[in-house]
Nanobody, 121 residues
């Protein structure tokens, strides 16, 4: 059984910073790509950032230059460092990991439970 546990969401003032983390556990063979998505009230879920080993990370246009995604393969964890936060960054942030587990034997997407980020004064 694979589980993803997110943490780091909080209420922060505009211009502030937060770091989100998403740790995977269970019978994991290998993790392919990792990513962060967010969903604001009344809007569709959108890709924020993604990272694959050996490839430059990708970012959504609205967060380029402010957010940084990174991964620790030993800890099976993906991070999202968010700087210069704006009210429009408010939403529920979800991590997604594409990984292969011993039980299934093929790659599949797994999603975290979501963590709330609120940017407000």
């Amino acid at each position: 059984q694979v589980q993803l546990v997110e943490s780091g969401g909080d209420l922060v003032q505009p211009g502030g910073s937060l770091t989100l983390s998403c740790a995977a556990s269970g019978s994991i063979v290998r993790i392919n790509d990792m990513g962060w998505y967010r969903q604001a009230p009344g809007k569709q879920r959108e890709m924020v950032a993604s990272i694959i080993d050996g490839v430059s990370p990708s970012y959504g246009d609205s967060v380029k230059g402010r957010f940084t995604i990174s991964r620790d393969n030993v800890k099976k964890t993906v991070y999202l460092r968010m700087n210069s936060l704006k009210p429009e960054d408010t939403g529920v942030y979800y991590c997604r990991l594409n990984l292969k587990s011993y039980s299934l034997g093929y790659y599949q997407n797994y999603w975290g439970q979501g963590t709330q980020v609120t940017v407000s004064s």
